[in-house]
């Protein structure tokens, strides 16, 4: 009886010193794209192109890993997947991407200049224009910039890296769409519409090199 009492007792000492952890909260993920489905050396299918031939400027490659790979010599061409979700139900986006070249004085600001090496576009829909939050890697803005696009103010630009940010290597993005568009729009966004991508350099006459993996939105 001794030795159960005392067994009990050690049980309860040991509960209260060492509490149990509190259960990892559940992270909902979904993709948009990780373009593993696509054969190296093709354009992704489902993919739309606007400005041009899409299938000119992106190219899925595989090395280790599949990505998109986008090369614009003097052009800017978007390309967008239809991929409609609720900002309430998955707040964030995520993704990798790694810029290879920036266009030569490339600033968003301004049409003559308004070049991005890379961007990820979130897409609302629209009576006229749609409502859009590009997320860019800029030559020149300082990061934490935001802006809106000289060609449309329904586009508002935000810089997370820019020239003095690593090249050449992958680096992770995750930003909380929901937050951004209430800041930059001023009330509550819609569902989104779609997610697009853009490399490009007409403006400058130059070359943008970027690549883009693991696009996905998630609640946490």
Same mark, same amino acid.
């Given at each position: 009886?001794?030795?159960?009492? !005392? ?10 010193m060492y509490p149990a952890l509190p259960a990892a909260e559940d992270v909902a993920i979904k993709q948009v794209e990780d373009f593993s489905r696509? %054969?190296?050396?093709?354009?992704? &299918? ?13 190219? *899925? ?7 998109? /790979?986008?090369? %614009? ?5 978007? =390309?967008?997947?239809?991929? /409609?979700? &609720? ?8 993704? /990798? ?15 003559k200049t308004g070049d991005s090496a890379a961007a990820i576009y979130v897409i609302f829909p629209g009576r006229f224009r749609p409502d859009n *939050? ?5 030559? #020149? ?5 935001? !802006? ?8 508002? *630009? ?14 992770? /993005? ?5 937050? &951004? ?13 779609? =997610?697009?991508? $853009?490399?490009?350099?007409?403006? !400058?006459? #130059?070359?943008? =090199? ?5 696009? $996905?939105? $998630?609640?946490?």
């Amino acid at each position: 009886m001794r030795t159960a009492m !005392t067994a009990i007792s050690i049980t309860i000492l040991f509960i209260l010193m060492y509490p149990a952890l509190p259960a990892a909260e559940d992270v909902a993920i979904k993709q948009v794209e990780d373009f593993s489905r696509f %054969a190296p050396g093709t354009f992704p &299918d489902g993919w739309k192109s606007r400005g041009g031939d899409g299938s000119s400027v992106y190219t *899925i490659r595989s090395n280790h890993e599949t990505y998109l /790979e986008a090369k %614009a010599i003097k052009s800017a061409v978007t =390309i967008a997947r239809k991929f /409609e979700y &609720d900002l309430n139900e998955y707040p964030y986006l995520a993704w /990798e991407w790694k810029v290879i070249e920036l266009p030569e004085g490339g600033d968003e600001r301004y049409k003559k200049t308004g070049d991005s090496a890379a961007a990820i576009y979130v897409i609302f829909p629209g009576r006229f224009r749609p409502d859009n *939050i590009k997320y860019v890697w800029s030559a #020149s803005l300082p990061i934490g910039t935001t !802006t809106h696009s000289p060609y449309s103010s329904k586009t508002k *630009i935000v810089v997370l890296r820019n020239r003095f940010s690593p090249l050449r290597r992958w680096v992770s /993005e995750k930003v909380n769409v929901y937050q &951004d568009y209430k800041r930059l729009f001023g009330h509550e966004p819609e569902h989104v519409k779609a =997610i697009g991508i $853009m490399s490009d350099a007409d403006n !400058t006459k #130059s070359k943008a =090199i970027a690549q883009y993996k693991k696009i $996905m939105i $998630m609640n946490k």
